[in-house]
């Protein structure tokens, strides 16, 4: 080895020690004749210290240092005069004198100080991201990255799974997504997938009698970008046979317990649950962000003999009247107001009635069109205080309602302060939550056709089978999603295992019998093979980290991650190939020129 510790590994027990370190210089100052650098490795900073009393060449040197060459530094460590220990830095307490100093390499100067805060702009971070990733920030983040996923993998050999690995060049296996699709040389015309979930290849696992698998696999959805979404992602895929949703359900939130015990030291209370049902009512998404209040109220009973139009018309075609009481809302102006009508309208109502609770009655657009006792019930259905603001929606769609007073709970949550920052040894601070009991269809207003909410291998729930071709809506999966802090962790579910069951399954959507055996006859066949009863569940990874480390951006824990709009600024992914290498895949670009 060239170096004897790591920067940030020196304490004051080390005092007196000739100590070897290679790292990055983090910066450097001059002061009376004497050189100060702070060296930086993985572990973190140190000082070292050039006197030409002590060692003149290597001061010399250490005058031509500057910011990132990548240097090796022999010394003695040496415990600092008091008033200059810093508390600061783990090293704060001793500094190493500097016999020998060796350049490995000189660095121009960084397009941003590694030393700085994140607040470059992204795709210049992205585009040295060898740099931006120099940063013990983003380092700190790599390395849980590493720990969740080593204790993930821990869990689960203590549990008798098995790792393996499922093909990349696969067929499309619907999750909702587009595809990547990667041409074939060999078979003119043809393509491969790449996997948007292994989905498939674990199921064959369990007709294949392997028990009980996992993998840290890469999945690839090609749909629009988010602060949660990458176009290649990680997940952790399970899967198990002879469980029910219950087994299922326990053994993940021990795996959950037990990777915040051993890489943040919280032990998790037990996590909530909601129904599907329930987490709509209650808070108008399927990802409930339980850290706050502010659920939605039912008004159909305050305004069950209405006069008021907006009100009568939904409630008359069987949609809801539902309110939120913003906790302080209000004071804000009419314009702000005005403002939040239209994000409403934006999110799909048409409109928003607010109304202010003040010590003088209520203040609202609507006042003249309710009663007495509708003023009343408004604000005892909504628990509003004084000085609170209720938002109403009424629409003919009870979703449409749910959509935006759920949109705006998390806006309002959000802009109230009612989101308490992250306390990460906090074991409140992670509120998981369980969704059960998904409806087994939604409905496409676009292709009007019914849709799977997860994939079309998801079980459906016995009572409700009956359902399956006459009244979908009504037909109940087997399927279960995590949620932590409003975001989607995991989502999962109890499969088919019958062949006749999913022949049925795919003709209720739509896929007419020569269609599912051509593109998903090996599952059809592998299951008139004894397939055991089986399910499992998918946690993203990206997303675990992302909470974990108390990002808001999944970006900031993925080493390598493309833009918002799809792009590797680093590499400059995707880009044109030549014509050659196109006509021996056997395509044609109809895209025009580059400019
Ligand atoms: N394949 C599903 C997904 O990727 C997860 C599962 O059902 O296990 O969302």
Redesign the pocket.
């Known amino acids: 080895m060239m170096r004897s510790h790591r920067c940030g590994d020196l304490r004051g027990d080390h005092a007196g020690e000739t100590v070897e370190l290679c790292g990055w210089v983090n910066s450097r100052r001059d002061h009376g004749g004497v050189t100060f650098i702070d060296l930086r490795d993985r572990a973190g900073l140190v000082q070292v210290v050039f006197s030409p009393g002590v060692a003149a060449e290597a001061h010399d040197v250490a005058q031509t240092l500057r910011a990132e060459f990548c240097i090796r530094v022999t010394g003695v460590v040496q415990t600092r005069r008091e008033g200059t220990v810093n508390p600061r830095i783990s090293t704060g307490e001793i500094e190493v004198a500097a016999e020998a100093v060796e350049v490995f390499s000189e660095a121009e100067t960084p397009p941003f100080p590694i030393d700085g805060h994140q607040d470059t702009e992204e795709s210049l971070r992205l585009r040295y991201r060898y740099l931006d990733l120099r940063r013990n920030h983003m380092q700190d983040n790599l390395d849980l990255r590493h720990g969740i996923v080593g204790a993930i993998r821990r869990f689960y050999d203590a549990h008798g799974f098995v790792e393996i690995e499922t093909p990349m060049m696969t067929r499309s296996?619907p999750?909702g997504a587009r595809d990547y699709l990667v041409p074939s040389r060999v078979h003119p015309g043809k393509f491969f997938a790449l996997p948007?979930?292994?989905?498939l290849f674990?199921q064959l696992f369990m007709v294949a009698g392997l028990d009980r698998y996992y993998q840290i696999v890469k999945?690839f959805r090609d749909e629009d970008l988010r602060a949660d979404r990458q176009p290649e992602f990680t997940?952790l895929?399970?899967?198990m046979s002879f469980v029910g949703v219950e087994d299922v359900l326990d053994l993940t939130e021990e795996m959950f317990k037990s990777v915040w015990a051993e890489v943040l030291d919280v032990s998790l209370p037990d996590f909530m649950r909601l129904t599907y049902d329930e987490s709509m009512r209650r808070f108008g998404v399927d990802k409930p962000d339980v850290r706050f209040g502010m659920e939605l109220a039912d008004l159909g009973t305050v305004f069950a003999a209405t006069e008021a139009r907006v009100f009568r018309s939904a409630l008359d075609s069987g949609g809801a009247v539902n309110s939120i009481a913003v906790p302080g809302g209000g004071r804000l102006t009419r314009k702000e107001l005005d403002g939040l009508v239209e994000e409403a309208k934006q999110l799909g109502a048409g409109g928003l009635v607010w109304a202010a609770v003040t010590p003088d009655g209520l203040k609202s657009p609507m006042d003249k069109f309710l009663s007495d006792e509708e003023r009343t019930g408004l604000v005892g259905a909504s628990s509003a205080r004084e000085g609170d603001l209720i938002l109403i929606v009424a629409d003919g769609r009870v979703g449409v309602v749910h959509k935006v007073l759920g949109a705006l709970r998390n806006r309002m949550g959000e802009r109230f302060g009612l989101i308490p920052e992250l306390e990460r040894s906090d074991p409140g601070a992670w509120k998981f939550v369980w969704i059960t009991d998904f409806p087994w269809f939604e409905y496409n207003e676009e292709e009007a056709r019914w849709d799977p909410i997860?994939?079309p291998?998801?079980g459906v729930v016995e009572e409700t089978l009956q359902y399956l071709e006459s009244d979908p809506a009504r037909v109940v999966s087997k399927?279960y999603d995590i949620t932590l802090n409003g975001w989607e962790l995991?989502?999962?579910?109890i499969?088919i295992h019958d062949r006749v069951m999913q022949e049925r399954v795919f003709s209720a959507l739509g896929i007419t019998p020569e269609e599912a055996e051509e593109r998903f006859g090996f599952l059809l066949r592998a299951f008139r093979y004894g397939p055991p009863p089986h399910?499992?569940?998918?946690p993203g990874i990206d997303r675990i980290v992302a909470l974990a480390a108390g990002e808001s951006n999944i970006r900031e824990v993925i080493a390598f991650p493309k833009t918002q709009s799809v792009f590797d600024p680093l590499t400059g992914a995707p880009a044109a190939v030549d014509e050659a290498q196109l006509e021996l895949l056997h395509l044609k670009s109809t895209a025009p020129p580059e400019k």
Do not use: L
């Open positions: 296996t999750e948007q979930s292994p989905q674990k999945c997940q895929d399970v899967e997860h994939h291998f998801t399927a995991a989502s999962g579910s499969r399910g499992g569940i998918a």
